[in-house]
């Protein structure tokens, strides 16, 4: 699948509306923590002004539910977006309306300014016409450079396009293409690796993975509720019983399926230990995968020449429950494999192991990247295809 890139757009001189991905991770004291998001937009801002356009940079952080919310306002970003680009970028305290307009009317050639939060209106979310049309209004051209909301139908990445030429931004280009690849033809063989907490969320791409993969290696809480449709006792670990029906339904016994053989477990006193499969007990939690399973998905893994990987095995950000994530990321970094990795915490997790940089595709996309793997059509994906 390919994209109309926003190289085949004409922008010289004209307004750009430029969605950006910008939901970055921040800390409790609103600290960002996790710059990825914002270096994987710099290209395309980049191609922008040095053809001359007026960057109008709109974006959303967290989730505000349609008020304003202070802790999320966007001027945090604004010197983080400087620093990359070395250039000045104004940060303006609303998205849309007459001090907006006027402020990009006074625009040059090259400039940037920075949009409040679209999520502090009820219409971005609820896709409103008028709020669309409302934006629609500060440009000429829309790019759009999200590919991890691709698959919210908000305003700002859909609404849009109703009103203004569309383009994708480089690096939903480049999201598209090397996902596009990895569904259609990979390199065999072809592994996954999921993890993460919710199985709720995770169905659909198990399911539609396991009739693509050579191997499909599932770790983290997801797999708890798995162990739980099997009968196994796990004891007071994370699962959501009622996906325990849905989960049966999935062939549970395909070989290319691999759930942990043993567990890192917490015990209500005294240190963790490892218990196999099944003979967790009642007042303990499951936070990791043992290691038997690390040398089974490691094995795997070896085997693999592409891997796609999202969600971590346990709770990796505690100690000593981070062995199972470690273990994936060097195996996945150090494999002969294209490896593609998506998910805030996988990436986070990567990066403490500063392993990033031997991964060949980091996606920006967490939900999203889910469901385009899962073979959802995208509604910003389908905006800007071609
Ligand atoms: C993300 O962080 O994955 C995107 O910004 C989408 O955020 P959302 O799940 O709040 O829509």
Not at 217 to 234: H, M, V
Not at 348 to 371: C, H, K, P, Y
Request: charged share 25%; aromatic share 4%.
């Amino acid at each position: 699948m390919k994209c109309r890139s926003v190289r085949s757009a004409n922008v010289k001189g004209k307004r750009v509306l430029v969605t950006a991905e910008l939901n970055v991770a921040r800390d409790r004291a609103g600290r960002v923590v996790d710059d990825s998001r914002i270096r994987a937009v710099i290209p395309t801002l980049k191609l922008l002004q040095k053809r001359r356009a007026k960057i109008v940079l709109a974006t959303h952080l967290g989730r505000p539910g349609g008020r304003v919310v202070s802790a999320l306002r966007t001027k945090v970003l604004a010197p983080l977006l400087r620093r990359a680009l070395g250039r000045q970028v104004t940060a303006l305290s609303d998205c849309i309306g007459p001090p907006v307009e006027a402020a990009v009317k006074k625009m040059n050639a090259g400039e940037i300014v920075l949009l409040e939060n679209t999520r502090f209106y009820p219409g971005e979310e609820r896709n409103s016409p008028s709020f669309a049309k409302a934006l629609s209004r500060l440009a000429d051209v829309f790019v759009l450079e999200s590919f991890g909301s691709a698959h919210r139908r908000h305003a700002s990445i859909v609404g849009v396009g109703k009103y203004l030429p569309s383009y994708a931004g480089l690096q939903l280009c480049a999201e598209v293409s090397t996902l596009s690849k990895v569904l259609g033809q990979p390199q065999r063989p072809l592994v996954a690796l999921l993890g993460g907490a919710k199985i709720s969320t995770k169905l659909g791409i198990i399911s539609s993975l396991l009739r693509r993969v050579d191997n499909l290696l599932l770790g983290g809480a997801l797999a708890n509720t798995i162990l739980q449709a099997q009968g196994l006792q796990i004891g007071r670990s994370l699962s959501e019983p009622a996906m325990v029906r849905k989960v049966k339904a999935l062939h549970l016994t395909d070989p290319k399926l691999h759930i942990p053989v043993d567990l890192v477990v917490a015990r209500p006193t005294g240190r963790p230990v490892i218990r196999a499969a099944g003979a967790v007990r009642p007042g303990e939690v499951i936070s990791d995968i043992g290691p038997d399973t690390i040398k089974l998905f490691q094995n795997i893994l070896t085997t693999a020449r592409t891997v796609v990987w999202n969600g971590p095995m346990g709770k990796y950000e505690r100690r000593p429950y981070d062995g199972g994530t470690k273990a994936m990321g060097r195996a996945v970094a150090s494999s002969r494999a294209f490896s593609v990795v998506g998910g805030g915490e996988t990436v986070d997790a990567l990066r403490s192991q500063r392993l990033l940089n031997q991964v060949d595709f980091i996606s920006t996309g967490g939900g999203a990247m889910i469901e385009f793997l899962e073979g959802r059509k995208l509604p910003g994906v389908e905006l800007v295809r071609q």
